[in-house]
T-cell receptor
Framework: EAGVAQSPRYKIIEKRQSVAFWCNPI?????LYWYQQILGQGPKLLIQ????????DSQLPKDRFSAERLKGVDSTLKIQPAKLEDSAVYLC???????????????FGPGTRLTVL | AQSVSQHNHHVILSEAASLELGCNYS??????LFWYVQYPGQHLQLLLKYFSGDPLVKGIKGFEAEFIKSKFSFNLRKPSVQWSDTAEYFCAVTGEYGNKLVFGAGTILRVKS
């Protein structure tokens, strides 16, 4: 079974530039998550989709971050404009069961390491 | 709000030593608990999970964890570590329903051969 795919793996940009990350979840997985992992910290949930609807975006900085999940499959996360503090690894994860299901396992992709100069 | 505290950020052990990594969570209701591991150069993967039932949970590669509700703890243990256990370990929690994972800061384990 193919895992969660993410691209690019690495991205270096200057502050105030824009950047986009792409995620392809495991086939058939209804729920998709984007996490931000800052160096020295655990991952923090930014946004959670079930199919193509947003379940939770309470921790997404909506003034600069946006995300979409077209047709309930692939997803993109965009930052515009980027700030120095956005330097982090952005992780995508997916799970088979619906967002409301009890503690279902999330499968993580390799992440995109973003450096903002 | 939920939070997770991992006691040690760095742990160094010799091979065959016993391991215990501490994890405490803050949450008022029923929880689901997880340990994830990230080996060097690899992505996060599930080590073990607790939903209900026997509070002693066994996972992959000889790891186990014990849920102690009265102490709000879910410590990870392994009787004898190997060099290949070198990795970063994350404790995480969700509420009973819904799967918004809240992670601890992680513990970096280095096993000396």
């Amino acid at each position: 079974e193919a895992g969660v795919a993410q691209s690019p793996r690495y991205k270096i940009i200057e502050k105030r530039q824009s950047v986009a990350f792409w995620c392809n979840p495991i086939s058939g997985h209804a729920t998709l998550y984007w996490y931000q992992q800052i160096l020295g910290q655990g991952p923090k949930l930014l946004i959670q989709f079930q199919n193509n609807g947003v379940v939770d975006d309470s921790q997404l900085p909506k003034d600069r971050f946006s995300a979409e999940r077209l047709k309930g499959v692939d997803s993109t996360l965009k930052i515009q404009p980027a700030k120095l503090e956005d330097s982090a690894v952005y992780l995508c994860a997916s799970s088979q069961m619906p967002a409301s299901a009890r503690g279902n396992e999330q499968f993580f992709g390799p992440g995109t390491r973003l450096t903002v100069l | 709000a939920q939070s997770v505290s991992q006691h040690n950020h760095h742990v160094i052990l010799s091979e065959a030593a016993s391991l215990e990594l501490g994890c405490n969570y803050s949450y008022g209701g029923t929880v689901n608990l997880f340990w994830y591991v990230q080996y060097p150069g690899q992505h996060l993967q599930l080590l073990l999970k607790y939903f209900s039932g026997d509070p002693l949970v066994k996972g992959i590669k000889g790891f186990e964890a014990e849920f102690i509700k009265s102490k709000f703890s879910f410590n990870l243990r392994k009787p004898s570590v190997q060099w290949s256990d070198t990795a970063e370990y994350f404790c995480a929690v969700t509420g009973e329903y819904g799967n918004k994972l809240v992670f601890g800061a992680g513990t970096i384990l280095r096993v000396k051969s």
